[in-house]
């Protein structure tokens, strides 16, 4: 499956999030909404830039996401990192 | 050390209290991010990939160990346990939360700590050679100087909104430990043909997309015009530097495209009219208040080469690695500089968590009269070692995994944050280093290739100084996936030159079988002890062109 997901900054605390389809930010990919059309994703970016005018985010933006081994991914690599955290120091608590 | 007086204490209290309400201002709504944005910037609060990210100013890359325990404090309460060091000697932490950063500010004026100015337009944070002070070949300590430039650029009405950031370096030394050339305004302390001591000025030095050496501007500069020629440079700047394309605003680019003589003429003819008030002209009296926060301590009188030290390096190999390697001669008999590397196999460079900067606290109150130093290269140093405190001082460090023998060589890579934090980079870089510096970390290959830097940057702002290492990496993205294109010959030191690029990019998993190659030429070309970077000027690029990519069958188009 390929579609679209919206990801934004939180503004108390700059982490990653994601829409999810009630509207709330939610910081796993897994729990956002999947626009699979067109007039889907203009939808959803319009509710993120409601929520960035009343200062919950901060730069909503869509990204391409696909499915891989069953989970979903951001096709750019940028967007994957910022989706999964950082590819270093894994050693230390989040 | 420097100690804040009671203008500095009201200064930066004043500050965070803005700071603190801008901040309840923007949570609260009443500042957009575009009217927020430029106010956390001059405060080092940036929005990177995954969170805030804070830069803490460390001036000129001095620390005492209660500041370091401070940030360890920081790092494990406001952060995720770490901090990591960078190529402007300044702090920088990846998890800060916006509604606790007034917190973290105050917490850090506790400690005579600041941000301001880490970031934004304007002149941000004074950086030195990280031996001033200590170090055997010095004209003079470039400290005070610093300080001086300090207090005169923070806040400057006329200088915070310059076209673009603004770097300031100065060394006391002949050998330039902290890349003078590559700096808006370099200074190098020089005696005239009389003997007095005074500055080289250089001006227009700069990485990033478009890097340049630096010009000499002035010869020598009398130590009390040091100021009013700064202003007037500034305000050339300022007047003429371009403010219409961000990537054309460095004053490096006004300088070339002026050329040098011509730039030099502005500002001689600004600086004659700045020095009609003497205002700006640096009292004799105030610069000695200044110098007295950095006289020498009371250094023991003791005799350089100790039996125990001399006995230790013939029967312990470890021991005499560290020693020949991150032990620098200092300038009074019986004590020794100590270089602390942050680039043990597998760590992100300049990294350091909270337990291991609680621990380097303790030791340099036990071995270092309490001071580091924090250097360009993403090190860090305990400037005033007993030498017969070394062994017991090596152990301790090994236990830490801050003793790998390795600084000025191979694996002592400097690497920006890349595409894991920064949001400007098009490539990772650490795990690049972390590939590197396990890929070689044998003692003996990195004893036998010597003296050869490896910088790596995830995008054209180099912010891993990649156009200025002998070996350089340079992150770049194509269809979505990363590749590295490797310069040659670059350096930063008094011989500065910037590297030459070998050829087309590779991929990651290439970068160590290259760097192999490269590494395996060298080392049949040389001559005798000739450096890396003597035999690259000595032999050029064709050599290490036809090694890298003459021999392998999996090169990138």
Redesign the interface.
Known sequence: MTGQMILA?R??????VFLAADGRWVDDIAGGAVATAPGVASQLLATARVA?S??AV??PCLIDIRQVAGHRQP????EA??AT?????TD??? | MYRYDEFDHTLVAERIATFRRQVQRRLSGDLTEDQFKPLRLMNGLYLQLHAYMLRVNIPYGCLSARQLRQLAYIARRYDRNFGHFTTRQNIQYNWIRLDETPDVLAALAEVEMNAMQSSGNCVRNITADQYAGRARDEVEDPRPWCELIRQWSILHPEFSYLPRKFKIAVSGAPVDRAAVKFHDVGLYLRRNADGVVGFEVIAGGGQGRLPYVGHTIRDWLPKEDLLSYLEAILRIYNLGGRRDNPQKARIKVQVNALGPDEFRRLVDEEWAQIRRSALLAVPRAEIERIAAYFADPAWEVLADDPVAVTRQRGVDPGFDDWYRANVVAHRTPGYAIVNLSLKAPGIAPGDLTADQMDKVADLADRFSIGELRVSHRQNLVFPDVRQGDLPALWQELRALSLATPNIGQLTDIIACPGLDFCSLANARAIPVAQDLSRHFGDAAVLQDVGELTINISGCMNACGHHHVGNIGILGVEKNGQEFYQLTLGGSSGEDASLGDRLGRSISAADVPPAIDAIVARYRALRLADERFLDTYRRVGIEPFKEAVYGARAREVA
Do not use: F, K, Q, Y
Not at chain 1, 11 to 16: F, H, K, N, Q, Y
């Open positions: 900054n503004l108390t605390d700059g982490r990653v960035e009343r200062n901060i730069e096709v750019a690599w940028r990192i910022r955290g950082p590819t270093v120091r230390l608590p989040a």
